[in-house]
C-alpha cells in the first residue's frame, strides 16, 4: 500500500526511538484521529501532585533550654556546664543536642537530649508519619550495640507515642545503666538517654529510678516544643 512522504517519515521516526517512549506513534491513525479518542490522557501528560498534612512544627527550641535547671540540677548533680554542652549539628533548624554530665563526689551522671523535626513533604510523606519512622528507629538503635539485657517498652503519657529502652554497659569495669525515652510529639521527635554510674565503692544507680527521671524529662521536653511554637519565638 502507497503511503504518504509525512506519514512515511514519521513511521521511521517512531521506529528509533526507545520502546517506553513510543506510546504515541501509531503506523495506523492520524493527528486527527488522536484527538478524538474519547478524551484519554497522552502519555507524559502532567497529573496531580499528592499532597500530605502539613506539619504542626515548624522550627525547634534552644535544646539545651528544653529542660529547667531544677531538672538538670536533679538529674546530673554537679554538672559541668548547667546550661549544657551543644553538640554539632549540620542544620540546627532540623537537628539539635545539648549534653550535661557530670561527677558528684563517685556517682556519675550523663544526659542528652536530642530533637529532631521532620516537615512534611509530598514525596516522603506528613511530618508525622516521618518522624514515627524515626522514633522506631532510634529505639532500636538503643537496645542494640555494646549493651546487655536491653528492655523495651512502651511509656504512656509523654507526647503521641513513647519508648523506653534500658539496659546494661559495661565501661573500664564499671557498671553503668542506660536508660533512652524515645518520644514523639506530632513531628518532632525527642531522644533522652539518661546514664549513670557508681565509681569506686559507690553503688550501681538503681535502674528504675534513672528510667522514672528520664521519662519526666521527655515530658518536659514536649512542653518545651509546645510553648516554643505558641511564643512564636
Known amino acids: 500500500m502507497h503511503r504518504s512522504a509525512p506519514r512515511l517519515a514519521r513511521i521511521l521516526a517512531c521506529a528509533t526511538v526507545p520502546m517506553v517512549l513510543v506510546a504515541g506513534c501509531s ?54 556546664n548547667k546550661k549544657g554542652k551543644a553538640l554539632p549539628s549540620a542544620d540546627t533548624n532540623t537537628s539539635a543536642s545539648c549534653l550535661w554530665s557530670g561527677l558528684d563526689g563517685f556517682k556519675y551522671r550523663s544526659l542528652t537530649v536530642s530533637l ?43 507526647g503521641d507515642e513513647a519508648t523506653s529502652v534500658s539496659s546494661k554497659e559495661k565501661k573500664d569495669g564499671d557498671e553503668f545503666r ?7 510529639t506530632a513531628n518532632v521527635v525527642i531522644t533522652v538517654q539518661y546514664d549513670g554510674a557508681g565509681y569506686e565503692k559507690e553503688k550501681t544507680p538503681d535502674a528504675a529510678a534513672l528510667l522514672k527521671d528520664a521519662k519526666s524529662a521527655a515530658k518536659e521536653a514536649v512542653g518545651a516544643i509546645a510553648k516554643d511554637s505558641q511564643s512564636g519565638t
Open 178 to 184: 542506660n536508660q533512652t525515652v524515645v518520644t514523639r
Open 27 to 80: 503506523s495506523g491513525s492520524d493527528d486527527k484521529d488522536e484527538k478524538n479518542a474519547g478524551g484519554s490522557a497522552r502519555p507524559g501528560s502532567p497529573s496531580a501532585s499528592p499532597t500530605v498534612a502539613a506539619a504542626k512544627f515548624s522550627k525547634l527550641p534552644d535544646v539545651c533550654t528544653a529542660l529547667s535547671g531544677k531538672t538538670v540540677d536533679k538529674l546530673v548533680p554537679k554538672a559541668q
Open 116 to 158: 529532631k523535626l521532620f516537615h512534611s513533604d509530598p514525596g516522603l510523606g506528613s511530618g508525622d508519619r516521618r518522624a514515627g519512622e524515626y522514633a522506631a528507629q532510634q529505639a532500636s538503635r538503643a537496645a542494640t550495640g555494646k549493651v546487655t539485657d536491653p528492655k523495651t517498652e512502651k511509656a504512656a503519657g509523654i
